[in-house]
């Protein structure tokens, strides 16, 4: 496939970096001096402006597939797509950074009618979204929904006294409906067998329907059931920060907090937001945040534009006693070393974003739906083609890496068992590590097994 | 301050105002009253050639009016209005404190009287006291901004100083517009106020003169004894109904008439002004039916007295002198709140006193958290801080200006409720007070240096306090000069 990425920011260099083997790159950026970092790569790299129509011919577009705006610049991102399909590109993906462009679903379908964006994708949106989920599940460190909310995923860090510790996996009373999907253990991510034994620490990511994933809560953080009013405190008041607040301010029973450094930015919050408290002053300014209280939160999430000063922030709250901190990561590089000082969660917008362009692409007829462990295990979503028999779970020859974590048959949701069939048209959901995505995807397009 | 070209933009507007006289003078041939005729002919000369003289006294065309100027122009045309009103009071032969006072009244849409007896005036003299309260209502300016052709001077200043409570809503781009569709949204409603009364009984000149003075929440009425003269239940329903009304917002109305009605549910001063009536009327109907009136009419009572008093009308449905103190300490109440903003009723507006509120409440959670950043809101919006400050400057002002005429009146020689309720009623342009200015008395028995300083409050009142008592600073007259000097 030819593709033009425009723009060699964090986000053009992930995406670059994950299809340069596979795929005919061409990279634009005004600026020369990131074209060292591309020169390691497979790459084709042209300075100069992504919205000019003589630098899009020479990076051929006439004869590109796909074209990714992804400078930092909304409307160069907008303008280069446009011009990308007025000039004959196939498909365009646009990243935007603030609302204004997609604030309503007509904005969306302006978007595609008169400036030819296939594809809009808005990282921010994403991370507050995923954050707003992980609050919403207490205790767990990711979340994820998907079949219009029929299905959930959670995953959870064991302590020494959790419930699921020390027994094998076939030997837990898990509640009916909830399949262990994935295990994370040291640094590696693996899919469970009934003879795996869980160990203080792992994370272990569960799948299930709506109302066993509720059982499964209260079995494991108990106290975060029991209807009290949660804290919640926000560092940093950006559009994430601000997105954030808003979606959790329609939630009943959740005090808000969030405390920004801008005084005019803080006025602006305070007029968007009714009920949050805004405070001012800075998230890593010990006496405020003594003052307010804010070790009482049950949440703090830092999403200030530093990660240097969120992770501050967060080592604070963890100090002060909140109950569990998130945070969002710029450089991917920083992800692992967030959780290995404490923080309950840390989330890259960007990484997401990337990881869903490049299922996209590569991903053929499965789609995305999350991606655990910086990308070790994805989340995909199958289709059963017709003419597939329909076998039992235990006689499908499955590749060891993987587990069907749920089926989803019309309007109904199956959380399945070995004895349960699979049939032509289900929707499966599957977890899988590595390699063995590609084999299950495999599976079900070649239709033997 | 340029006085000259102060003097010229009130002299344009004095010269349309000499026209406002023919109405009257209409009313008094058609019931042949002669000898009245020629106070108003007198009165519009007067006011033609002054209005004349003042528009010459600044030759040329000034681009635009200061602010200070704009505010000058304002108190001056409304205090130069008003004494040309008295004229036609004093041709039958009030004396001069008297003829001001009745006319400052009207023209602020206070609806307090000097008038003891009724019969001895004419008709066309009765329906000219409606006039100026009509007049007065929805704004003198707002009228002249209306009807005038275009002025290039700053004639959005002089829009919003008059206009009562701090609002600024533009309901189109041009202020002349938004002058003229106030205009016809309130004449509009006079009509049907008109239509509705004379359907339900009261004669047509009685129920002109009511529609009038109604939808100005004004208060004057052509009966000694008020509505209650009438005795009909429906005449004072409808009434109810348009002085609701008059204490709303009129540009909010507007808005709701174009096919949005959602805009009052979502207006909080709105949502507020209509619990308070139903909370008041509530309390007081069943404080009058406790004291032995039967009970349809004890809620028409209670709803009536609290919709006049609420809205600054003034109108007396029944004599509620006798009524008890629990009864009075609630209309007493309500005087002190007033109508809405944007609305023709006086007093402090509901919005200032939900804006003090918040204030408050902001300031002791301000105490828990100092570092917080806690706005005041109003119907989901920001209070600008400098607004916040006006609305509390204003509280002030008018407190201690309620003080200082209940000082003058009581020492002039009334009785301490007369002096309370006599300033209240003034200041905050209601009408009738309690005691020996109660709804069935009238003013006239006052010290005449009381009337004075009365009429001062009503005027004060209307023009809602700082923007007439900013004209006493003395940087002001400092730096007043006649004309602008050419250098050389």
Same mark, same amino acid.
């Given at each position: 496939?030819?593709?033009?990425?425009?723009?060699?920011?964090?986000?053009?260099?992930?995406?670059?970096?994950?299809?340069?083997?596979?795929?005919?790159?061409?990279?634009?950026?005004?600026?020369?001096?990131?074209?060292?970092?591309?020169?390691?790569?497979?790459?084709?790299?042209?300075?100069?402006?992504?919205?000019?129509?003589?630098?899009?011919?020479?990076?051929?577009?006439?004869?590109?597939?796909?074209?990714?705006?992804?400078?930092?610049?909304?409307?160069?991102?907008?303008?280069?797509?446009?011009?990308?399909?007025?000039?004959?590109?196939?498909?365009?993906?646009?990243?935007?950074?603030?609302?204004?462009?997609?604030?309503?679903?007509?904005?969306?379908?302006?978007?595609?009618?008169?400036?030819?964006?296939?594809?809009?994708?808005?990282?921010?949106?994403?991370?507050?979204?995923?954050?707003?989920?992980?609050?919403?599940?207490?205790?767990?460190?990711?979340?994820?929904?998907?079949?219009?909310?029929?299905?959930?995923?959670?995953?959870?860090?064991?302590?020494?006294?959790?419930?699921?510790?020390?027994?094998?996996?076939?030997?837990?009373?898990?509640?009916?409906?909830?399949?262990?999907?994935?295990?994370?253990?040291?640094?590696?991510?693996?899919?469970?067998?009934?003879?795996?034994?869980?160990?203080?620490?792992?994370?272990?990511?569960?799948?299930?329907?709506?109302?066993?994933?509720?059982?499964?809560?209260?079995?494991?953080?108990?106290?975060?059931?029991?209807?009290?009013?949660?804290?919640?405190?926000?560092?940093?008041?950006?559009?994430?920060?601000?997105?954030? @607040?808003?979606?959790?301010?329609?939630?009943?029973?959740?005090?808000?907090?969030?405390?920004?450094?801008?005084?005019?930015?803080?006025?602006?919050?305070?007029?968007?937001?009714?009920?949050?408290?805004?405070?001012?002053?800075?998230?890593?300014?010990?006496?405020?945040?003594?003052?307010?209280?804010?070790?009482?939160?049950?949440?703090?999430?830092?999403?200030?534009?530093?990660?240097?000063?969120?992770?501050?922030?967060?080592?604070?709250?963890?100090?002060?006693?909140?109950?569990?901190?998130?945070?969002?990561?710029?450089?991917?590089?920083?992800?692992?070393?967030?959780?290995?000082?404490?923080?309950?969660?840390?989330?890259?917008?960007?990484?997401?974003?990337?990881?869903?362009?490049?299922?996209?692409?590569?991903?053929?007829?499965?789609?995305?739906?999350?991606?655990?462990?910086?990308?070790?295990?994805?989340?995909?979503?199958?289709?059963?083609?017709?003419?597939?028999?329909?076998?039992?779970?235990?006689?499908?020859?499955?590749?060891?890496?993987?587990?069907?974590?749920?089926?989803?048959?019309?309007?109904?949701?199956?959380?399945?068992?070995?004895?349960?069939?699979?049939?032509?048209?289900?929707?499966?959901?599957?977890?899988?590590?590595?390699?063995?995505?590609?084999?299950?995807?495999?599976?079900?397009?070649?239709?033997?097994? | 301050?340029?006085?000259?070209?102060?003097?010229?933009?009130?002299?344009?507007?004095?010269?349309?105002?000499?026209?406002?006289?023919?109405?009257?003078?209409?009313?008094?041939?058609?019931?042949?009253?002669?000898?009245?005729?020629?106070?108003?002919?007198?009165?519009?000369?007067?006011?033609?050639?002054?209005?004349?003289?003042?528009?010459?006294?600044?030759?040329?065309?000034?681009?635009?009016?200061?602010?200070?100027?704009?505010?000058?122009?304002?108190?001056?045309?409304?205090?130069?209005?008003?004494?040309?009103?008295?004229?036609?009071?004093?041709?039958?032969?009030?004396?001069?404190?008297?003829?001001?006072?009745?006319?400052?009244?009207?023209?602020?849409? #206070?609806?307090?009287?000097?008038?003891?007896?009724?019969?001895?005036?004419?008709?066309?003299?009765?329906?000219?006291?409606?006039?100026?309260?009509?007049?007065?209502?929805?704004?003198?300016?707002?009228?002249?901004?209306?009807?005038?052709?275009?002025?290039?001077?700053?004639?959005?200043?002089?829009?919003?100083?008059? @206009?009562?409570?701090?609002?600024?809503?533009?309901?189109?781009?041009?202020?002349?517009? #938004?002058?003229?569709?106030?205009?016809?949204?309130?004449?509009?409603?006079?009509?049907?106020?008109?239509?509705?009364?004379?359907?339900?009984?009261?004669?047509?000149?009685?129920?002109?003169?009511?529609?009038?003075?109604?939808?100005?929440?004004?208060?004057?009425?052509?009966?000694?004894?008020?509505?209650?003269?009438?005795?009909?239940?429906?005449?004072?329903?409808?009434?109810?109904?348009?002085?609701?009304?008059?204490?709303?917002?009129?540009?909010?109305?507007?808005?709701?008439?174009?096919?949005?009605?959602?805009?009052?549910?979502?207006?909080?001063?709105?949502?507020?002004?209509?619990?308070?009536?139903?909370?008041?009327?509530?309390?007081?109907?069943?404080?009058?039916?406790?004291?032995?009136?039967?009970?349809?009419?004890?809620?028409?009572?209670?709803?009536?007295?609290?919709?006049?008093?609420?809205?600054?009308?003034?109108?007396?449905?029944?004599?509620?002198?006798?009524?008890?103190?629990?009864?009075?300490?609630?209309?007493?109440?309500?005087?002190?709140?007033?109508?809405?903003?944007?609305?023709?009723?006086?007093?402090?507006?509901?919005?200032?006193?939900?804006?003090?509120?918040?204030?408050?409440?902001?300031?002791?959670?301000?105490?828990?958290?100092?570092?917080?950043?806690?706005?005041?809101?109003?119907?989901?919006?920001?209070?600008?801080?400098?607004?916040?400050?006006?609305?509390?400057?204003?509280?002030?002002?008018?407190?201690?200006?309620?003080?200082?005429?209940?000082?003058?009146?009581?020492?002039?020689?009334?009785?301490?409720?007369?002096?309370?309720?006599?300033?209240?009623?003034?200041?905050?342009?209601?009408?009738?007070?309690?005691?020996?200015?109660?709804?069935?008395?009238?003013?006239?028995?006052?010290?005449?240096?009381?009337?004075?300083?009365? #009429?001062?409050?009503?005027?004060?009142?209307?023009?809602?306090?700082? #923007?007439?008592?900013?004209?006493?600073?003395?940087?002001?007259?400092?730096?007043?000069?006649?004309?602008?000097?050419?250098?050389?």
């Amino acid at each position: 496939m030819q593709i033009i990425i425009i723009g060699g920011g964090e986000i053009g260099y992930a995406l670059a970096k994950a299809l340069a083997d596979e795929h005919e790159l061409c990279v634009l950026d005004t600026e020369l001096s990131v074209a060292d970092r591309f020169g390691l790569l497979d790459v084709e790299f042209l300075t100069g402006s992504g919205t000019s129509s003589s630098l899009l011919e020479r990076a051929r577009v006439e004869t590109c597939d796909l074209l990714i705006a992804c400078t930092g610049l909304d409307e160069v991102n907008i303008v280069a797509c446009s011009l990308g399909s007025q000039l004959g590109c196939r498909r365009t993906i646009c990243f935007v950074s603030r609302e204004d462009f997609v604030h309503t679903t007509e904005g969306r379908e302006s978007l595609s009618e008169h400036f030819g964006i296939d594809q809009v994708i808005w990282p921010e949106a994403q991370l507050a979204d995923a954050i707003e989920r992980i609050i919403m599940a207490p205790g767990s460190v990711d979340a994820g929904v998907f079949a219009g909310g029929e299905i959930r995923l959670l995953e959870f860090r064991l302590g020494a006294d959790s419930p699921l510790v020390g027994k094998s996996i076939a030997a837990l009373s898990l509640p009916y409906g909830v399949v262990i999907v994935a295990v994370h253990h040291g640094d590696a991510t693996t899919i469970p067998h009934g003879r795996t034994v869980l160990n203080p620490g792992d994370k272990v990511v569960l799948m299930g329907t709506r109302e066993a994933m509720k059982a499964l809560q209260r079995l494991l953080s108990p106290e975060a059931s029991s209807g009290r009013a949660r804290v919640v405190t926000i560092i940093g008041g950006g559009d994430v920060g601000l997105r954030v @607040a808003q979606h959790l301010e329609s939630e009943p029973g959740i005090q808000l907090y969030v405390v920004e450094h801008d005084h005019a930015r803080g006025e602006m919050l305070a007029a968007t937001l009714g009920n949050a408290l805004i405070l001012e002053g800075d998230g890593t300014d010990l006496s405020l945040l003594e003052s307010e209280e804010i070790g009482r939160s049950d949440v703090l999430v830092s999403v200030i534009d530093n990660d240097e000063r969120n992770l501050l922030a967060c080592l604070i709250g963890r100090q002060l006693g909140v109950g569990s901190v998130i945070t969002r990561v710029s450089t991917p590089a920083n992800l692992r070393l967030f959780e290995l000082v404490g923080i309950d969660v840390a989330l890259s917008a960007r990484g997401a974003a990337v990881a869903s362009v490049v299922h996209q692409i590569d991903g053929g007829r499965s789609s995305l739906l999350a991606v655990l462990e910086e990308g070790q295990a994805k989340v995909i979503e199958l289709t059963v083609p017709d003419g597939f028999p329909a076998i039992a779970l235990r006689d499908l020859a499955m590749p060891n890496e993987a587990i069907i974590g749920s089926i989803v048959r019309g309007a109904d949701v199956i959380v399945p068992r070995g004895e349960d069939h699979i049939e032509p048209g289900d929707r499966l959901l599957v977890c899988a590590t590595g390699i063995s995505a590609e084999q299950v995807r495999a599976l079900f397009t070649t239709g033997s097994h | 301050m340029r006085l000259s070209l102060i003097f010229k933009v009130t002299g344009y507007f004095l010269r349309f105002f000499g026209l406002m006289f023919l109405w009257p003078m209409a009313m008094a041939a058609y019931y042949r009253e002669w000898a009245d005729l020629g106070g108003f002919a007198l009165a519009g000369l007067l006011a033609a050639a002054i209005g004349q003289a003042m528009w010459l006294s600044h030759p040329e065309r000034e681009p635009e009016l200061r602010r200070i100027e704009a505010l000058a122009v304002v108190a001056g045309t409304w205090l130069v209005v008003a004494l040309l009103g008295s004229v036609p009071y004093l041709w039958v032969g009030l004396s001069p404190v008297d003829a001001v006072f009745e006319s400052m009244s009207g023209f602020t849409t #206070t609806g307090a009287t000097i008038f003891t007896d009724f019969s001895v005036f004419g008709r066309g003299l009765l329906f000219w006291r409606s006039l100026t309260q009509w007049i007065g209502g929805m704004g003198v300016i707002t009228l002249f901004v209306a009807v005038l052709p275009r002025l290039a001077m700053g004639v959005g200043r002089l829009f919003f100083t008059e @206009a009562p409570g701090p609002t600024d809503q533009k309901l189109t781009p041009h202020i002349r517009q #938004t002058a003229l569709v106030l205009w016809r949204l309130y004449a509009g409603l006079t009509l049907v106020e008109f239509l509705a009364l004379s359907v339900a009984g009261m004669p047509y000149y009685d129920s002109l003169c009511h529609a009038m003075t109604t939808l100005a929440a004004g208060g004057f009425s052509p009966h000694a004894l008020s509505i209650a003269g009438y005795e009909n239940a429906a005449v004072e329903w409808i009434i109810c109904v348009f002085m609701f009304l008059a204490g709303a917002n009129f540009a909010l109305q507007y808005r709701a008439l174009l096919g949005r009605p959602g805009v009052l549910v979502r207006d909080e001063e709105f949502r507020i002004y209509t619990a308070i009536v139903l909370v008041a009327a509530l309390f007081l109907s069943g404080f009058v039916w406790r004291a032995g009136t039967e009970m349809t009419e004890a809620v028409r009572h209670g709803l009536f007295q609290t919709l006049s008093i609420l809205t600054t009308t003034g109108y007396a449905s029944v004599d509620f002198q006798p009524w008890s103190d629990q009864a009075l300490m609630i209309l007493l109440t309500l005087m002190f709140i007033g109508g809405c903003a944007g609305s023709a009723a006086g007093g402090p507006k509901v919005i200032r006193h939900v804006l003090i509120g918040r204030y408050t409440l902001t300031e002791l959670r301000r105490t828990l958290h100092p570092r917080g950043v806690l706005p005041v809101k109003i119907s989901g919006r920001v209070v600008p801080d400098d607004v916040m400050r006006t609305v509390l400057v204003f509280f002030l002002v008018y407190v201690l200006m309620t003080a200082l005429c209940v000082i003058a009146v009581v020492l002039l020689g009334a009785d301490l409720i007369t002096g309370i309720t006599a300033t209240m009623a003034t200041l905050g342009n209601v009408g009738p007070g309690l005691g020996l200015v109660g709804p069935m008395a009238n003013y006239g028995h006052l010290h005449p240096v009381s009337k004075v300083v009365l #009429t001062g409050a009503m005027w004060i009142g209307r023009l809602e306090v700082l #923007t007439v008592l900013a004209l006493l600073r003395p940087e002001v007259w400092r730096l007043a000069h006649w004309r602008p000097v050419a250098r050389r």
